[in-house]
């Protein structure tokens, strides 16, 4: 099993950043890529970014291009995601998620555990 804890959430005004992390634990070796997807109250899960194992290929969700930046530390067995220029549309709870697959997935489906989530409130 694999365990993940994010963390870095918070309450921001727009156009500031945030830094979220996910620390994973437990049999870290089985997993791959790794992506980041938050949810709406109301709303589906939807995919914001994802890093492949050695982190030479990362995709986004076109509504955060630009803004967000996904990033992950091996040797510490952690993801980062770097929010920049947030607006109050970017406000959801935020999800890590890893894979087996050893290429970049945008499909939630794909993941085969995920974290518990943690809340990014952006304010106008």
């Known amino acids: 099993q694999v365990q993940l804890v994010e963390s870095g959430g918070g309450l921001v005004q727009a156009g500031g950043s945030l830094r979220l992390s996910c620390a994973a634990s437990g049999r870290t070796f089985s997993i791959d890529a790794m992506g980041w997807f938050r949810q709406a109250p109301g709303k589906e899960r939807d995919f914001v970014a994802t890093?492949?194992?050695?982190?030479?290929?990362?995709y986004y969700a076109d509504s955060v291009k630009d803004r967000f930046s996904i990033s992950r530390d091996n040797t510490k067995n952690t993801v980062y995601l770097q929010m920049n220029s947030l607006k109050p549309e970017d406000t959801a709870v935020y999800y890590c998620?890893?894979?087996?697959?050893?290429?970049?997935?945008?499909?939630?489906?794909?993941?085969?555990?995920w974290g518990q989530g943690t809340q990014v409130t952006v304010s106008a």
């Open positions: 998620a890893a894979t087996f697959s050893p290429t970049v997935q945008t499909d939630r489906d794909a993941y085969h555990y």
């Open positions: 890093i492949s194992w050695s982190g030479r290929t990362t």
